[in-house]
């Protein structure tokens, strides 16, 4: 006659698989993943939460004293607003050295190939900085990829230098040719050294 339908009783060993398999359909794509990505984060808090519970504090500090090859005085510890503007001041170039900041700019965009006619500078004070300040517009022109070099090198050089602006222009969308307008406030100290 008919066949007989074999189906599983709850108390059978396939229905927690059954079950736990229409909880997924339930519940959807998403939650499900958002569960699984859960169930991983906690397994992985349970394998390597040992590792990070132990207190190593004298020994990372140990590692980062290392890494960075510095050892702190109890000074800079003691107080360290006064320290970094210290080193702040230090950083400062030389107001009196001005024209040779110029003139390694004019030499920088000449090494990477870039025409700079002539530039304009202008000098101010910031008084709330206390700090002596010139700004230089750099009319350049050249390739695109050599005034970003142009640009990181002044960075890396002068590290009293900061980039305020950046223009470009294209004549035609086949130049090769950009023109573009820089302009870095270079901060400068008065004196040779200067604390606050």
């Known amino acids: 006659m008919g066949r ?3 189906l599983r009783r709850p108390g059978m060993p396939g229905a927690p698989l059954l079950s736990a398999r229409l909880a997924v359909a339930r519940l959807g794509a998403a939650r499900t993943a958002v569960l699984a990505l859960l169930l991983v984060a906690l397994i992985a808090l349970g394998v390597f939460g040992v590792s990070f519970s132990r207190d190593d504090t004298s020994s990372a500090s140990a590692v980062l004293a290392a890494v960075s090859g510095q050892r702190r ?3 800079a510890e ?13 950083t ?35 008084n709330a900085a206390r700090v002596a300040t010139c700004q230089v517009v750099l009319p350049l022109k050249g390739n695109y990829d050599a005034i970003w070099h142009f640009v990181l090198e002044v960075l ?15 004549d035609a969308i086949g130049d090769a040719a950009v023109s ?3 302009r870095f406030t270079l901060y400068l100290r008065d004196v040779p050294a200067r604390t606050p």
């Open 4 to 6: 007989a339908l074999k």
């Open 73 to 75: 005085s109890p000074v």
């Open 78 to 90: 003691a107080d360290p607003v006064d320290a970094h503007l210290l080193a702040f001041f230090a």
């Open 92 to 126: 400062l170039g030389n107001r009196r050295q001005n024209d040779l900041h110029i003139k390694l700019l004019f030499d920088l965009a000449k090494q990477n190939g870039l025409t700079l006619r002539q530039g304009e500078y202008q000098y101010g004070y910031d």
């Open 156 to 170: 890396r050089t002068l590290p009293f230098a900061a980039l305020q602006d950046i223009n470009f222009k294209r």
């Open 180 to 182: 573009a307008q820089v």
